[in-house]
């Protein structure tokens, strides 16, 4: 296949991930929610059929891990079937798939998690995003998919934008300090995907470097938090003590500290 020729389709563009893809990719067919909803088996194959795209890259996602929780069916459909109906189109015109999982098929027992190692999900977003994985598994040879943890960047609601917005409303934000994992910069997440489609189909782990708790997060971006425990800190959905995924098939992204620096300066230029 000559490179130049290469038809890319993303999905899910209006997203946080979504937006920074399209930088990466300015060539892409760009669909957003409005243009296609991944919930409908038979117009996501009529669209895939349609564009005959080479590779598909899906970032459309229901995120919101508390309102799984009351949501299932819709979290389901997203996470799970939907990426299911992609497979299923991407089979029937031979493209590769690069679909976008979490830290959070593990349940935070282990300090940290390889790509081979066994998914148990603790809430019902991780169960769905689980589900996506074994739909895809199921139905197509040419997937990549890729687990990501702790997403911030400028083109969405991000754990960054919330406490920015509480230091400015209250004076001490509460964050908890028991709950460790790796934040990820979307758009070095977009960018490391150029070099992941060249690799050879599976699961990957992909973040950047270094690991955190929530708190000492927080306080690489504000001064006036104090640290809690998840106890004191009650969310609906249960979330793992540790989701720290080990990339070990390809070089290691930048440390989350300077990708961080790098988004606060890019947000306030």
Known sequence: MVVGTIKTLIIGTSGMLGSDLCKVFPDAVKLTHRDLDIK??????????????????????????????????????????????????CAKVSAKFV??????????????????????????????????????????????????????????????????????????VKVVNDQFGKPTYALDLATKIKEIIELNPGIYHITNDGICSWYEFASSIIDNTVPCTSEEFPRKAKRP?????????????????????????ERNA
């Open 40 to 89: 409908n088996r038979e117009q996501v194959i009529e669209s895939i059929l349609e564009i005959k795209p080479d590779i598909v890259i899906n970032a459309a996602a229901y995120t919101d891990v508390d309102g799984c929780e009351d949501n299932k069916e819709l979290a389901f459909q997203t996470n799970g079937y939907g990426p299911g109906y992609i497979a299923e189109g």
């Open 241 to 265: 003590k540790y989701s720290v995924l080990v990339n070990t098939k390809t070089e290691p992204m930048r440390h989350w500290n300077e990708a961080l620096k790098e988004y606060l300066k």
């Open 99 to 172: 679909h976008f999982s979490t830290d959070y098929v593990f349940d935070g027992s282990k300090k940290e998690y390889l790509e081979t190692d066994v998914p148990d999900p603790i809430n019902v977003y991780g169960h769905s995003k689980l589900l996506g994985e074994k739909e895809i598994i199921e139905k197509m040879h040419d997937y990549m998919i890729v687990r990501i943890s702790w997403l911030f960047g400028v083109h969405g609601k991000n754990f960054v934008e919330t406490v920015l917005r509480l230091s400015r409303e209250i004076d001490t």
